[in-house]
């Protein structure tokens, strides 16, 4: 505000002749453009133009060695006719499965427990945030000795427990992806934590207070006045939480490279691999018009769903 | 009341030890010698601490290279995002022009594509005007992100429109108002956003993964990756690694808690 004031102070002196109609109409459009501008060049070319152009590259031949050619739908099916794009698919989809709906469980859980006045709140938020601070090499990395077979501290505690016969993690074709998905949850909980902690913040105190009076038990009170307090919060999670898990990359790339034999292989790989590496922009292209149908159209859906409920 | 409220601080104590496990894994085998790390039982305080890793690990790697070039393209690109998106939001926020609505849109929905489904042309594009393999292409890449423009966008929706149409009544240019007015008071919007973006792009690997390959050019990501790959029983020394890599944003992130947190629940609330 300080900084502000000479600014205001100085005035000048009365208002320029008024400005034809002609100049009047073109010059707001030209100042409102003229800040957007630097922002959108660079997102018009690297953001917009691809996306167009990525559509039109997934119905057409296109190597590094001969000239773009159109295609048609063979893309599509070659696609359809290669095994490991099922495959990836497939696990594109379990990684989903399993970790939206327990991070959002999770992380939920804990803005449950830090929402409140507590001694050391401040502590406890930052300890379960920096997980998400933590680059995901790293996170891999550490996850991948913890859950090391033989000697790793997460079986050696399950022996403790009593398991006699913990699983291999990821050496083992079945339990690669439970091990992804733990680091993942661990990873992103604190990040949607925020997010649910600043939704429980919208809801009214008084609503509680009024619950309580109704004699609604503390269950009751979570199902009808913090869920639905909740909705607006848990719809935008759900959202950015699926968006994440679809593009998921880095973490596997690092932890497992989509081992044991193709037991972790997932769609943005398969990408990478046909489009980068092999040159086959084609089909890579098809493969990525199939990821973002799939995100959109779960989007879509969930839109609908939270529509419904609303009305 | 008063055994809830220790029953809850116990249960949060044992959840906070439980998030830190692998922290504390990192830092203490990043302290002893390879064969130490996997022992049984798992020794959480090193019996000898082996500070050497810590000297050891610059001309085992090109460490610092890798750091210095993560440090310029996360400063570069967040100064970068930060300018180019508090101009624009000003320009959705605070003036009317034919055809603003529809762009914001057309901002808006991008938010909810992922990049693997225009990574493909896109790395195209860049190979056509030859900026593969360089800084230039990862600065371009991340710096015009939609997610800035949303950020600035929401917290400029909250200064009343008042102060603008005052500034404006006093002759001041849109340009000025910007500057002098916006700029100043959107310095938590500024700081949230600067480090929001510092930390992504300090912790991308993928990106880099795809562009750089020359390895005078690579991030600590991509070293550290590297490193993995090629002694994958140095355990002790890559450990080392992480906790050099992650120790800057840690550091980053706990000087600005506050601002980084803030912008996260914003990006989250309707606007």
């Known amino acids: ?38 922002n959108f060049l660079g997102f018009a070319l690297l953001t917009l133009v691809p996306m167009v152009f990525g559509l039109a590259l997934s119905f057409m031949e296109w190597s590094p060695w001969g000239d773009p050619e159109w295609v048609g739908f063979e893309n599509f099916e070659r696609m359809l ?69 033989a000697s790793g501290p997460v079986n050696q505690f399950l022996q403790f427990v009593g398991v006699s016969d913990p699983p291999g993690w990821t050496s083992s074709t079945a339990w690669a992806m439970p091990a992804v998905i733990v680091a993942s949850v661990w990873r992103d909980m604190g990040y949607y934590m925020v997010l649910f902690l600043a939704g429980l913040q919208t809801i009214p105190t008084e609503l509680y207070e009024a619950a309580r009076v109704d004699g609604a038990n503390a269950w009751q ?17 759900l959202i950015m939480c699926t968006v994440a898990s679809f593009k998921v990359f880095d973490l596997i790339v690092v932890m497992t490279d989509g081992g044991p034999g193709r037991a972790t292989k997932v769609l943005s790989q398969l990408i990478y691999e046909e489009g980068i590496r092999e040159g086959r922009f084609g089909l890579a292209s098809a493969i990525s018009l199939v990821l973002f149908l799939l995100v959109a159209g779960f989007t879509v859906v969930q839109f609908l769903l939270q529509r419904r409920r609303e009305d | 009341m008063g055994v809830r409220k220790v029953a809850l601080s116990v249960l949060l104590v044992a959840l906070c030890l439980l998030v830190l496990v692998p922290f504390v894994w990192m830092i203490s085998s990043s302290l002893k010698h390879d064969n130490q790390v996997f022992t049984v039982p798992t020794q959480w305080v090193p019996r000898e601490f082996v500070w050497s890793n810590y000297a050891d690990i610059w001309t085992q790697i090109p460490m610092l290279a890798y750091l210095r070039n993560s ?96 500034a404006r009544i006093d002759g001041l240019s849109e340009y000025r108002i910007w500057w002098r007015i916006m700029v100043p008071l959107s310095r938590p919007a500024i700081a949230s956003l600067g480090l929001l973006t510092f930390v992504s792009t300090w912790n991308d690997y993928m990106g880099p993964f795809i562009y750089l390959t020359s390895n005078e050019l690579w991030t600590v990501q991509l070293g550290l990756r590297s490193f993995v790959g090629q002694y994958d029983a140095a355990y002790a020394m890559i450990m080392t690694g992480s906790v050099i890599s992650v120790l800057p944003v840690v550091l980053v992130f706990l000087l600005g808690q506050r601002q980084f947190i803030q912008g996260i629940a914003t990006s989250g609330l309707k606007g």
């Open chain 2, 71 to 166: 440090a310029f393209l996360a400063v570069t690109i967040s100064f970068l995002q930060v300018l180019t998106g508090s101009f624009a939001a000003y320009g959705f926020s605070k003036l009317r022009f034919p055809g603003r609505d529809w762009l914001f849109l057309a901002y808006l929905a991008t938010i909810a594509v992922p990049w693997q489904a225009y990574m493909i042309p896109q790395y195209l594009i860049m190979e056509q005007v030859g900026l593969v393999d360089t800084h230039l292409s990862i600065i371009l890449l991340q710096a015009f992100g939609a997610f800035g423009v949303f950020l600035m966008r929401q917290y400029y929706q909250s200064i009343p429109d008042e102060l603008i149409e005052a």
């Open chain 1, 221 to 237: 009170r979570f199902r009808n006045v913090t869920l639905p307090g909740l909705r607006p919060t848990t719809f935008f999670v």
């Open chain 1, 81 to 149: 006719r290669n095994s490991t794009f099922w495959i990836a698919l497939w696990n594109t989809t379990y990684y989903a499965a399993g970790h939206i709906p327990l991070t959002m469980a999770v992380s939920l859980g804990l803005a449950l427990l830090l929402n409140r006045t507590l001694a050391g709140l401040g502590f406890f938020r930052t300890a379960f945030f920096l997980p998400y601070v933590t680059s995901l090499v790293a996170v891999a990395v550490v996850w991948n000795m913890l859950f090391n077979p």
């Open chain 1, 1 to 38: 505000m300080v900084s502000t004031a000479p600014a205001l102070r100085k005035r000048r002196p009365p208002e320029p002749p008024a400005p034809t109609r002609r100049r009047r109409s073109l010059r707001p459009a030209l100042v409102g453009w003229s800040f957007i501008l630097p």
